[in-house]
């Protein structure tokens, strides 16, 4: 994708602090962090968002992203962490290359990731279960 910025950050055409490089992602230091540490783990091959991202990516990514949490709890003292993957518009993505959020958490922090519960119904739980099939 020629003008991704974050096809350019991960294969290094722009300049980040990269906490971990290897042959298929790049995990640096987001430039609006939420909290102390906030980065971001960013394959260097262009998929727009969770959907498009190929499944052997898929699986690594989840292995960096827990390695990277564990240097993030061990250098930094974080009391928590918060993994957040934003796809879409209407779900806060802005960037649309795809990008895990990790997000150092320490005690009231004020960092706002979070959201209003509201309540499931017998009505909705039944049309979810009816409408959504996973298979793998
Ligand atoms: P999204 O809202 O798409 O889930 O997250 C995009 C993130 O990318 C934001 O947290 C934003 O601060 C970060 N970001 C945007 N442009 C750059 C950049 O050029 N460099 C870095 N390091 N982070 C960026
Ligand atoms: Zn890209």
């Given at each position: 994708?020629?003008n991704?910025?974050?096809?350019k950050?991960a ?6 602090a ?7 992602f ?11 540490g ?6 260097k091959?262009?998929a ?5 991202l ?7 990514a989840?292995l960096?992203?827990?390695k ?6 061990d250098?930094l003292?974080?009391d ?6 934003n796809?879409?518009?209407a ?9 895990m959020h ?7 922090d ?8 509201g ?5 909705e739980k039944?049309?979810?279960?009816s409408?959504v099939?996973?298979?793998?």
């Amino acid at each position: 994708m020629d003008n991704c910025i974050f096809c350019k950050i991960a294969n290094g055409e722009i300049p980040s602090a990269a906490l971990y490089e290897d042959d298929d992602f790049k995990v640096i230091l987001d430039l609006g962090p939420a909290a102390k540490g906030h980065s971001l783990l960013i394959p260097k091959s262009h998929a727009a968002n969770l959907y498009e991202l190929p499944d052997d990516l898929a699986q690594k990514a989840i292995l960096v992203a827990k390695k990277t949490a564990a240097a993030l709890r061990d250098g930094l003292g974080c009391d928590g962490l918060n993994l957040v993957q934003n796809n879409g518009e209407a779900a806060g993505q802005t960037v649309f290359h795809f990008h895990m959020h990790l997000i150092p958490r320490y005690k009231n922090d004020g960092a706002g990731v979070s959201w209003k519960p509201g309540k499931l119904t017998d009505e909705e739980k039944e049309e979810i279960l009816s409408r959504v099939k996973v298979s793998l």
